[in-house]
């Protein structure tokens, strides 16, 4: 069993940054696969990254990519989502979650969610 609490969201001005973390519960932690994936007011979950056990592999969602970085720390039982260049699409609850096993980058595919935190870029 795993438990994730996002943190870190808040309200920026367009361009700027911010860095978002994901602590987890849990001793196997650094077993698990994350992801991150954010949900815009009436819009679906769209996924954003991931990040596999041993921070060898990552994946972007091509709206992110080039802009946002997925790094852990296993010691820390934390992963971060570094977000630059912000706009203000952007905008909405970032989730993470995880799971046991490869890293994927569908919904379905992580059991462990966190509660979201809010993100709103301002124009």
């Known amino acids: 069993q795993v438990q994730l609490v996002e943190s870190g969201g808040g309200l920026v001005q367009a361009g700027g940054s911010l860095r978002l973390s994901c602590a987890a519960s849990?001793?196997?932690?650094?077993?698990?696969?994350v992801g991150w994936f954010r949900q815009a007011p009436g819009k679906e979950r769209e996924f954003i990254g991931a990040?596999?056990?041993?921070?060898?592999?990552?994946y972007y969602g091509e709206s992110v990519k080039g802009r946002f970085t997925i790094s852990r720390d296993n010691a820390k039982n934390t992963v971060y989502l570094q977000m630059n260049s912000l706009k203000p699409e952007d905008t909405a609850v970032y989730y993470c979650?995880?799971?046991?096993?490869?890293?994927?980058?569908?919904?379905?595919?992580?059991?462990?969610w966190g509660q979201g935190t809010q993100v709103t870029v301002s124009s």
């Open positions: 849990g001793s196997t932690f650094s077993t698990y696969a």
């Open positions: 990040i596999n056990w041993s921070a060898t592999i990552t």
């Open positions: 979650a995880a799971r046991e096993g490869l890293v994927v980058t569908t919904e379905r595919g992580y059991k462990y």
